[in-house]
């Protein structure tokens, strides 16, 4: 939590966080101030380091706005402790001054140059005993490494602008050829709205027959209990709702639930999910149940993905987006990208109770509040998961940002499904799930079935 900064008498606070190097490059863009614990005062970046010896600061943002960047930025840092700090300054103020006399021009150019960072030759050398630390480095980002092995192997300026080119071209060729958007578009048929009269609730999808999957925290308000909706309120699910003077085909629910969940099962993995049953399928005749496009397996650990469903309450929409490898990296990147929020963010960090599940897939995307219950596809349009959360926080005037959202994986919810509706005597349920079933985690899941719900937060 606290990392100790050493500087020289005289300098300037942010020449000193600088040269640390621990500190991210968004607090020196925007306006911020160190800030003591014990006393409400503030020091600003450009003030000399000399008050604050042995004392307890934290960096606060004083505003939003980019700051213009300051000479010392760009001096080089003396580090001998016997030369005096200013002597930096007292050469740039002198190199901007015209010179007396041609001789005099000369010297102060050699003093320009020596300054000049861009005139700087830097020799690499190996540091003593890296040899551990540098095999760890390495061992952590091994894409990286391949990628940089490569780069070396390039001599020319167009070489290394065609393999960057072609490294770009390769990651956006996820959901852009045609065959991919139409078969999107077929798909797209069997996603609706979840409704209770006209206002929106979530996001569902038929996933076989008659029969509609979505999270079980969209529709838990509407329970009497965990196998009945209420007889009072009711719930449709509207399709074809994509734009605002679409012909929506609206289809009632009935009130008995095929399956209903909401819980850790024993293998870690999450389950929030509820099958629902449509009361009148004419209306939607000859939609692809997207149980069809599920071939098994584990879903990608990396790749594009695509999610179809009704953000913000909204028409629907797709959002095409990529899988994270690394959760710690990407809630890094996103804090130093929004500075501002970083006393909230940091409240929520990853040592905070995010609990992250085994049938966890976690990317960035658009989709928030309304979105729960939306198919997730991957780069082939097959089904890997229901879209059904993120990790947020409060920004702007009330509005949510998210740090990272997930899905959870489609495997584990036909698993409990199957053996809730073998309990149930759902033949039609079973023997449909039966070619999609992972025999090896069916065991002990129907004695899951009446395990305790509980509550999930940050839930789209």
Known sequence: ???????????KIKKALRRDGRFKNAIFQKHCVL??????????????????????????????????????????VKTEPNVAPDADEAETVGSSQNPTNTQQGKNQDEKTKSTNPSTKQYVAKTVVNSEEILGILRDQFPVLLKQLKQREKLK??????????????????????VYKIKQLMKLSGSVCQIREEKF????????????????????????????KLSSTKHLKAAFDFEHLDSKVKLVPFKKQLAA?????????????????????????????????????????????????GHPDGGIKKADPCFIIENLQEAADKHISENVKFIHVMTRKSFGDNWDIYKNQINYYSCFFHGSSGSPVFDEGCYLIGVHTGGY?????????RSIVEYAYSIQPILDMIRA???????????????????????????????????EMEDSD
């Open 1 to 11: 939590q606290y990392v100790c900064v050493y500087a020289f008498k005289g300098e």
């Open 35 to 76: 800030s003591e614990f014990s006393e409400n005062l503030n020091h600003e970046f450009s003030n000399p380091v000399d008050k604050l010896d042995g004392k307890t600061l934290h960096v606060v943002v004083a505003s939003d706005e980019n700051q213009p960047d300051s000479q010392d930025d760009f001096t080089l």
């Open 156 to 177: 020319s300026k167009p070489e290394v602008q065609k393999f960057f080119r072609a490294e770009y071209d390769k990651s956006v060729q996820s959901f852009s050829e």
């Open 200 to 227: 929106a609730k979530g996001t569902g999808f038929l996933l076989f027959g008659r029969f509609v999957l979505t999270n079980a925290h969209v529709v838990k308000d509407f329970l009497e209990s965990p196998d």
């Open 260 to 308: 209903y969940c909401y819980l850790t099962d024993a293998d870690k993995s999450h389950l929030d999910f509820a099958l629902l049953e449509l009361d009148d399928v004419e209306k939607i005749t000859g939609r692809p149940g997207l149980l069809s496009r599920y071939i098994g397996g584990s879903p990608p650990n990396r790749g594009g993905i695509c999610i179809v």
């Open 392 to 400: 947020v926080y409060p920004g702007e005037k009330g509005k949510t």
């Open 420 to 454: 809730q509706a073998k309990i149930k005597g759902l033949h039609e349920v079973v023997n449909t799930l039966e070619a999609y079933s992972n025999k090896s985690n069916v065991s002990g899941t129907a004695e899951q079935d009446n395990q305790t719900d509980w």
